[in-house]
């Protein structure tokens, strides 16, 4: 019922930049706090930026001052712009979002994942 599709990801070079985005869909009383992680195959997925239903926010410390992350509630959607990239950056990148459906219960939902490659 309820979905997260990301999008925006692609081939970058060093020092480039991308704008992910993040849009949630289908029976929503609320959402409450948005973020995005990554994760490279081999390794653990990594919290990357959450931003929260007052839209404060944090970022992982690899990626302070490089990357931004926003919302904007009427339209159900969250973005992670990404600037300086790096190619340690290069990972596939999932949105996740808890969300109130009708029957007014939190869960947690995962976008499907969108890949972010920073390569010469």
């Known amino acids: 019922q309820v979905q997260l599709v990301e999008s925006g990801g692609g081939l970058v070079q060093p020092g480039g930049s991308l704008r992910l985005s993040c849009a949630a869909s289908?029976?929503?009383?609320?959402?409450?706090?948005m973020s995005w992680y990554r994760r490279v195959p081999g390794k653990q997925r990594e919290l990357v930026a959450i931003?929260?239903?007052?839209?404060?926010?944090n970022y992982a410390d690899s990626v302070k001052g490089r990357f931004t992350i926003s919302r904007e509630n009427a339209k159900k959607m969250v973005y992670l712009q990404m600037n300086s990239l790096r190619p340690e950056d290069t990972a596939a990148y999932y949105c996740?979002?808890?969300?109130?459906?009708?029957?007014?219960?939190?869960?947690?939902?995962w976008g499907q994942g969108t890949q972010v490659t920073v390569s010469s």
């Open positions: 931003i929260t239903s007052g839209s404060s926010t």
């Open positions: 289908g029976n929503i009383a609320s959402i409450g706090d």
């Open positions: 996740n979002a808890l969300i109130k459906g009708y029957d007014l219960i939190p869960r947690t939902y």
